[in-house]
């Protein structure tokens, strides 16, 4: 079936801009977190949700950084008034029901200019 | 919270030998220790994942060790490939209200040399 996906696959903003970044996890996956990843770094967690709900958001670096997902499937990532600091790739990883497997998406990678 | 550190930072194997990849953690609560590849510009793919019940855990040329009372665990590879070559991170994963995160290592870049 069809994994993870993420759009957009790449993105490039001036410093200040906003961006949105969207993630499709597995059909019927309950659970999606995101991650956040440096240049030759291992991904870092940032937020989690199960169903509609942000359970979790101790990973979220700023009150810059802003996660949804209102229906319980498609979620958003979006950052506000971007710095370069944010450049990094973002990772969506979805989770069925109480499993312990994360699945991947391919990620965004964001360079702020 | 949970700390993850992985060695080594690089591997470099001739095709046919062994590799070996260890991480610690630091929780002693953390009961699911999955192990992800990750190619260049690609997503990390879960390869192999081991639970704090089971000891050891065997996928073809891959397999998984943990030791619980030292609070580290290994990736062993036999037989390496050249298609083998990418980076690995190891993880780790808390038990109770916070199960559900990964706490990644920084990665090993594996390199099999044909």
């Known amino acids: 079936g069809a994994g993870v996906s993420q759009s957009p696959r790449y993105k490039v903003a001036k410093r200040g801009q906003d961006v949105a970044l969207r993630c499709d996890p597995i059909s019927g996956h309950v659970s999606l977190f995101w991650y956040q990843q440096a240049l030759g770094q291992g991904p870092e967690f940032l937020t989690y949700?199960?169903?509609?709900?942000?359970?979790?958001k101790s990973g979220l670096p700023s009150d810059r950084f802003f996660a949804e997902r209102p229906e319980g499937s498609v979620s958003t990532l979006k950052i506000q008034r971007t710095q370069q600091e944010d450049s990094a790739v973002y990772l969506c990883?979805?989770?069925?029901?109480?499993?312990?497997?994360?699945?991947f998406g391919p990620g965004t990678r964001l360079t702020v200019t | 919270g949970e700390n993850v550190e992985q060695h080594p930072s690089t591997l470099s194997v001739q095709e046919g030998d062994s590799a070996v990849i260890k991480c610690t953690y630091s929780?002693?609560?953390?009961?699911?220790f999955p192990w992800y590849k990750q190619e260049l510009g690609k997503r990390p793919q879960l390869i192999i994942d081991?639970?704090?019940?089971?000891g050891e855990k065997k996928d073809q040329r891959i397999a998984v060790t943990l030791n619980k009372t030292a609070k580290h665990f290994s990736l062993h590879i036999t037989e390496t490939q050249p298609e083998d070559s990418a980076v690995y991170f190891c993880?780790?994963?808390?038990?109770?209200?916070?199960?559900?995160?990964?706490?990644f290592g920084k990665g090993t870049l594996l390199t099999v040399n044909p």
């Open positions: 081991i639970r704090s019940n089971v």
């Open positions: 949700f199960q169903n509609e709900a942000q359970l979790d």
């Open positions: 929780d002693s609560a953390s009961n699911y």
């Open positions: 990883a979805s989770r069925r029901g109480l499993s312990y497997e994360q699945y």
């Open positions: 993880a780790a994963s808390g038990s109770g209200g916070s199960n559900y995160k990964l706490t």
